[in-house]
């Protein structure tokens, strides 16, 4: 497999998705979510219908709380991302200031032609 390249900014756009799909999420679930709500009660009274209301009550409530949950999670993976942005440029800083100093390369003098440390 070949080599990934990867910048600090990969990361700062990763977190930047996840803090849009975050408010993304939380504003398309609210929209679905009052839009279920518009439609009333639909079911009717008889016990098939009571039956369909109590499974269609519980699985809205599930859906509703799992989607919170996801949204709630991705403020968290944002903020992870930029701390590995951070990390990342402190590791490539750390790198190359470990690398041994070269010396000065040596000076040429063109009167004699000769190389001088």
Not at 16 to 39: C, Q, V, Y
Not at 80 to 99: H, Y
Request: charged content about 25%; aromatic content about 8%; glycine content about 8%.
């Amino acid at each position: 497999m070949p080599p990934t390249e990867v910048h600090g900014s990969t990361f700062t756009s990763a977190a930047g998705g996840f803090t849009t799909e975050h408010e993304e999420l939380a504003r398309d679930a609210r929209g679905i979510l009052d839009a279920i709500s518009a439609l009333g009660d639909f079911a009717g009274t008889d016990e098939a219908g009571n039956t369909f209301r109590q499974g269609y009550s519980t699985a809205l409530k599930k859906a509703e709380t799992y989607v919170n949950a996801l949204r709630d999670v991705y403020p968290s993976v944002a903020e992870r991302l930029s701390g590995m942005k951070t990390s990342f440029d402190v590791a490539n800083w750390a790198t190359i200031e470990s690398l041994p100093k070269v010396s000065d390369p040596p000076e040429y003098s063109e009167s004699d032609g000769k190389l001088t440390p």
